[in-house]
C-alpha cells in the first residue's frame, strides 16, 4: 500500500489515507472501513470507534500490524470500487506519519570520507568500521511534501541530505540480523535538513548534532508497504533544486546494510512500531559535497523509484516583533 496522511478544505485533523488510481487519488480508510462495519450491521457509532482504533493514525494502523493492513486494504479496495475517491488535486498532503522516533545514520562509506577526508582533512575513524552509527532526532518537527520550511534563524549555511526512511512496524529488542529486515513496515524520502554552521560548532564537541539538524526532517510523500519494493537494495534515488539534479545515488551502494543496523539500534534497546530512521546521506547526496547551498526561496526535491518525490521550499527565517 501507499499510505498517506492528508488534510481537506474544513478539516484540519489529518485522515489517514492511501494513493489509487496511479496515485491521482486517494481514499479515506478510516471512514470506508466504518462505513462496511455498518454495512455489516455495527451502530454507527460503533463502527466510527472501531475503525478509530485501527485507522485513525498511521500508528495505529502500524501496531496493528499485519491484521491492520488486511483491514487497510480491504478498506481501500471498497472506497475505490464504489468511486469513493477523492482527487489528489483537493487534499493537502501532510507527513504520512508522525514518527515514535527518529534516528538518523551515516552508512554509506563514500559519503562519510567526502564528509570527514575532504571537508577536515582527517581519515574515517577505524571506529565507522565496527558498527553502525546514528544520532536520535526530534519526531515532532517533521514535514510533508510540499510544507514550506522557514530556515532557523541562527543558521546562514542551508543543505539537504538525499536519504531513504525506513519505519519500523514491531516491538523488538536484540534482534538478530537475519531476521532485522523483517521487523521493516515501510519506506519513505526522507530530507535530513541541515544546519552546516551549526554543525560546525557541535560537532567537535562529542555529543552529536541538535540544532543542526532537530528544527525540521522531511518525510514522504507517502509510507509504501514493504510489499510494494521489489528490491530494497535498488532503489534509484535522486535530488533536484529547482529543477536541476544535483545528486543521484542508489540504495544498493550503502555500506552498512539495514539488517546490521537495525541488528545494532536493538541492541539492549526497545524498538518500537512507528520509529523512523534515516539511511543516512548517498555519494554525493547533499550541497556540502559539492561546494553549494541551498538559498531563499529554493525548492528541493528528494525523489526515490517505487516511493515518489518529496518536495519543500525553503525561505528565509521568520523574523520575529
Same mark, same amino acid.
Given at each position: 500500500?501507499?499510505?498517506?496522511?492528508?488534510?481537506?478544505?474544513?478539516?484540519?485533523?489529518?485522515?489517514?489515507?492511501?494513493?489509487?488510481?496511479?496515485?491521482?487519488?486517494?481514499?479515506?480508510?478510516?471512514?470506508?472501513?466504518? &462505513?462496511?462495519?455498518? +454495512?455489516? $450491521?455495527?451502530?454507527?457509532? %460503533?463502527? /466510527?470507534?472501531?475503525?478509530? !482504533?485501527?485507522?485513525? =493514525?498511521?500508528?495505529?494502523?502500524?501496531?496493528?500490524?499485519?491484521?491492520?493492513?488486511?483491514?487497510?486494504?480491504?478498506?481501500?479496495?471498497?472506497?475505490?470500487?464504489?468511486?469513493?475517491?477523492?482527487?489528489?488535486?483537493?487534499?493537502?498532503?501532510?507527513?504520512?506519519?508522525?514518527?515514535?522516533?527518529?534516528?538518523?545514520?551515516?552508512?554509506?562509506?563514500?559519503?562519510?570520507?567526502?564528509?570527514?577526508?575532504?571537508?577536515?582533512?582527517?581519515?574515517?575513524?577505524?571506529?565507522?568500521?565496527?558498527?553502525?552509527?546514528?544520532?536520535?532526532?526530534?519526531?515532532?518537527?517533521?514535514?510533508?511534501?510540499?510544507?514550506?520550511?522557514?530556515?532557523?534563524?541562527?543558521?546562514?549555511?542551508? &543543505?539537504?541530505?538525499? +536519504?531513504? $526512511?525506513?519505519?519500523?512496524? %514491531?516491538? /523488538?529488542?536484540?534482534?538478530? !540480523?537475519?531476521?532485522? =529486515?523483517?521487523?521493516?513496515?515501510?519506506?519513505?524520502?526522507?530530507?535530513?535538513?541541515?544546519?552546516?554552521?551549526?554543525?560546525?560548532?557541535?560537532?567537535?564537541?562529542?555529543?552529536?548534532?541538535?540544532?543542526?539538524?532537530?528544527?525540521?526532517?522531511?518525510?514522504?510523500?507517502?509510507?509504501?508497504?514493504?510489499?510494494?519494493?521489489?528490491?530494497?537494495?535498488?532503489?534509484?534515488?535522486?535530488?533536484?533544486?529547482?529543477?536541476?539534479?544535483?545528486?543521484?545515488?542508489?540504495?544498493?551502494?550503502?555500506?552498512?546494510?539495514?539488517?546490521?543496523?537495525?541488528?545494532?539500534?536493538?541492541?539492549?534497546?526497545?524498538?518500537?512500531?512507528?520509529?523512523?530512521?534515516?539511511?543516512?546521506?548517498?555519494?554525493?547526496?547533499?550541497?556540502?559535497?559539492?561546494?553549494?547551498?541551498?538559498?531563499?526561496?529554493?525548492?528541493?526535491?528528494?525523489?526515490?523509484?517505487?516511493?515518489?518525490?518529496?518536495?519543500?521550499?525553503?525561505?528565509?527565517?521568520?523574523?520575529?516583533?
Amino acid at each position: 500500500m501507499r499510505l498517506v496522511r492528508y488534510t481537506q478544505e474544513k478539516v484540519e485533523v489529518p485522515r489517514v489515507g492511501a494513493f489509487v488510481n496511479g496515485d491521482s487519488a486517494v481514499v479515506d480508510l478510516c471512514a470506508s472501513y466504518r &462505513d462496511s462495519l455498518v +454495512e455489516d $450491521g455495527a451502530s454507527r457509532p %460503533r463502527a /466510527a470507534a472501531m475503525a478509530a !482504533a485501527v485507522l485513525g =493514525e498511521t500508528n495505529d494502523l502500524i501496531e496493528a500490524g499485519s491484521r491492520g493492513l488486511d483491514i487497510a486494504r480491504a478498506a481501500s479496495e471498497r472506497a475505490e470500487r464504489l468511486g469513493e475517491t477523492i482527487s489528489v488535486a483537493e487534499v493537502t498532503l501532510t507527513a504520512p506519519l508522525i514518527p515514535t522516533r527518529l534516528r538518523d545514520c551515516i552508512a554509506f562509506e563514500t559519503h562519510m570520507r567526502n564528509f570527514v577526508v575532504d571537508q577536515k582533512g582527517e581519515e574515517i575513524p577505524p571506529e565507522w568500521y565496527e558498527h553502525p552509527v546514528y544520532y536520535k532526532g526530534n519526531p515532532r518537527t517533521v514535514i510533508g511534501t510540499d510544507e514550506v520550511l522557514a530556515w532557523p534563524r541562527y543558521s546562514e549555511t542551508w &543543505d539537504y541530505e538525499l +536519504e531513504l $526512511g525506513v519505519v519500523l512496524g %514491531r516491538d /523488538a529488542v536484540d534482534v538478530g !540480523a537475519g531476521e532485522a =529486515e523483517a521487523q521493516i513496515f515501510g519506506l519513505t524520502c526522507f530530507n535530513d535538513f541541515s544546519a552546516r554552521d551549526a554543525q560546525r560548532q557541535e560537532v567537535p564537541i562529542g555529543c552529536g548534532p541538535s540544532k543542526a539538524k532537530d528544527f525540521a526532517t522531511g518525510i514522504g510523500p507517502c509510507l509504501v508497504t514493504m510489499d510494494e519494493i521489489p528490491d530494497l537494495y535498488d532503489l534509484e534515488m535522486e535530488a533536484r533544486i529547482n529543477g536541476e539534479t544535483w545528486s543521484k545515488g542508489n540504495s544498493g551502494e550503502i555500506f552498512w546494510r539495514f539488517d546490521k543496523i537495525i541488528e545494532r539500534m536493538s541492541a539492549s534497546e526497545p524498538l518500537v512500531p512507528g520509529e523512523i530512521f534515516g539511511s543516512g546521506t548517498v555519494a554525493n547526496g547533499c550541497g556540502l559535497e559539492h561546494g553549494r547551498f541551498l538559498t531563499d526561496g529554493d525548492v528541493v526535491e528528494i525523489e526515490i523509484s517505487h516511493i515518489g518525490v518529496l518536495r519543500n521550499r525553503v525561505v528565509a527565517p521568520r523574523t520575529t516583533a
